[in-house]
């Protein structure tokens, strides 16, 4: 039986987004040299990887100067809202509040961010947090 295909980035695919997102639209040789640093790569295996990403409908791409240049049709924080949905479903058992306590007992934590932390808390609850 065939694997399902995934409604989420693989991996490398994240990291071309995180490029595109950055820099769109760009031709297969400038997702390359921004890879290059990280994870070199054959401009074949970009090309592969960015027309896969196409299908997905990650990607649409677009005839520029006798090249096909690349943008991102999702944006990143859809991305990353899907990417923990899929996390708090399959490791939390779909309890957003579970994955907060274990991010909230496994990090260190400056002074600043706790209350940044605290405001969002506040937020959510409807309150300014100047009480």
Request: with cysteine; glycine share 6%.
């Amino acid at each position: 039986m065939p694997r399902r295909a995934s409604t989420r980035p693989t991996e490398l695919e994240l990291e071309i987004l995180k490029t595109l997102w950055e820099s769109a639209p760009a031709a297969v040789r400038q997702v390359q040299a921004a890879l290059a640093s990280k994870r070199p790569l054959a401009v074949t295996s970009v090309t592969t990887v960015l027309n896969i990403m196409t299908r997905k409908g990650f990607l649409k791409r677009a005839k520029s100067g006798g090249v096909y240049v690349y943008s991102p049709t999702v944006t990143q924080t859809a991305t990353a809202n899907g990417m923990i949905r899929d996390l708090i479903n399959r490791l939390f058992c779909g309890s957003a509040a579970s994955l907060m306590l274990n991010l909230l007992s496994e990090q260190d934590l400056d002074e600043k961010t706790l209350k940044e932390i605290r405001s969002a808390l506040n937020r959510k609850q409807g309150r300014t947090g100047h009480e």
